[in-house]
């Protein structure tokens, strides 16, 4: 009988973890539960993109970072919730900024966690492929990946009015060919990304783009076709499209 098992000197992948900073309030969603709890299809969307990003076999862990006083709210939601066996997920308490929230996810990642996914919690329809695609291009080499598409219509650059509402003066018009909608999950080699974290200072509010923060390192930024259901759930309107698009997978795919 022929032996199936690899040659135990070949080298294992380097394990993927993903962290999803879910310690925001949502204000654009109006008033109530923070947008990572709101039901979607009756489930909270923090359980759609954890499941999200468990879907992908090269996923073993996720890191929720929960608000700073409701980790133990967050974790008793996992725990209520079918998540695949094959990944193990934390749940550590955040801080006052996107970045501060994900520079803590990345604290909490054990030592042999080599690719580092940050993922919104307001995408929570982000396809398998989508996540697979990203993974891949960190293993293959590249330092920091982000999912994107390209933009349907023309953007201006603009000087802010200082009153909201009041009429802009243009600035410029971006070759629209050369521009992306950048999505996630973003991943990063792991080095690469704690030291973004740790050289890019906190200002503000703080970076909300994990990839820029590579960018400021001088370090290059890749991308990968992303998907147009991974995107994000912001408004009202998000709520509504996300809601249609999960009830087709649901009659189509089971899902």
Do not use: C, W
Request: proline share 11%; aromatic share 2%.
């Amino acid at each position: 009988m022929t032996s199936t098992s690899p040659p135990p000197d070949r080298p294992r992948p380097p394990r993927t973890a993903a962290v999803i900073p879910a310690a925001g309030r949502g204000i654009r969603l109006g008033p109530g539960a923070p947008k990572a709890l709101r039901a979607l299809g009756g489930t909270p969307m923090l359980i759609h993109a954890v499941r999200a990003m468990a879907a992908s076999r090269a996923v073993s862990l996720v890191v929720v970072v929960a608000p700073p006083d409701g980790a133990p709210e967050v974790k008793h939601l996992l725990d209520e919730h079918a998540l695949p066996e094959r990944t193990d997920y934390l749940v550590v308490p955040g801080g006052d900024t996107r970045q501060e929230s994900v520079g803590l996810g990345l604290d909490a990642l054990p030592e042999d966690i080599a690719v580092v996914l940050v993922h919104d919690a307001a995408r929570p329809l982000v396809p398998v492929d989508t996540v697979d695609a990203v993974v891949e291009a960190v293993r293959n080499g590249a330092a920091a990946v982000v999912p994107a598409l390209p933009l349907t219509d023309t953007v201006k650059e603009v000087e802010p009015a200082e009153v909201a509402g009041e009429p802009e003066p243009v600035l410029s018009t971006p070759v629209r060919a050369r521009l992306r909608a950048v999505q996630t999950p973003q991943g990063f080699d792991r080095d690469t990304l704690v030291r973004a974290h740790a050289e890019v200072a906190l200002d503000g509010e703080g970076a909300t783009d994990d990839a820029g923060m590579v960018e400021r390192l001088g370090t290059p930024v890749v991308v990968v076709p992303g998907h147009e259901e991974a995107f994000k759930v912001t408004r009202p309107l998000d709520l509504v499209l996300a809601e249609a698009v999960l009830a087709r997978r649901r009659a189509h795919d089971g899902f």
